[in-house]
C-alpha cells in the first residue's frame, strides 16, 4: 500500500482529530491528494483536496470552515485536522493521490488509494 491513512479514533462531538496521509513510496511530492470518506452504508464522498504545493485547496460544503488540510512534502505527508466534529462525520476516511497537480471533488481522478482510517464521533 503506498499511502497511510493514520490518526482516526474515537471523538465526542465538538473534539478535534487530525489525520494523516504517508507516501511510502515518497512520489507524491507533483501530485494534489484527496481526503475522501465513506460511512456505513453511504457512498464515498469527497471531504477536501489540497494541490501539490499546497496553494488550493478545496472542501465539501459539510466540512467547510471546520476541516483544514495541509502537507508537509519533505515528509511526503498530507494532513486532515478536524475540528468542532459532528455525530455525522463517523466514517472511514481514505486518502489517495490525484492524477493531476491540482486535486477534484471526483474520485475519478485519483489512484493510490491508502487504507482508510476509522473517525467515529459520539454524540
Known amino acids: 500500500v503506498q499511502l497511510q491513512a493514520s490518526g482516526g479514533g474515537l471523538v465526542q462531538a465538538g473534539g478535534s482529530l487530525r489525520l494523516s496521509c504517508a507516501d511510502s513510496r515518497r512520489t507524491f511530492s507533483n501530485n494534489a491528494v484527496g481526503w475522501f470518506r465513506q460511512a456505513p452504508g453511504k457512498e464515498r464522498e469527497f471531504v477536501a483536496t489540497i494541490s501539490w504545493n499546497g496553494g488550493i485547496t478545496s472542501f465539501a460544503d459539510s466540512v467547510k470552515g471546520r476541516f483544514s488540510i495541509s502537507r508537509d512534502n519533505t515528509k511526503s505527508t498530507v494532513y486532515l485536522q478536524m475540528n468542532s466534529l459532528r455525530p455525522e462525520d463517523t466514517a472511514v476516511y481514505f486518502c489517495?493521490?490525484?492524477?493531476?497537480?491540482?486535486?477534484?471533488?471526483?474520485?475519478?481522478?485519483?489512484?493510490?488509494w491508502g487504507q482508510g482510517t476509522l473517525v467515529t464521533v459520539s454524540s
Open positions: 489517495a493521490k490525484s492524477l493531476y497537480s491540482i486535486g477534484a471533488t471526483s474520485s475519478d481522478g485519483y489512484r493510490s
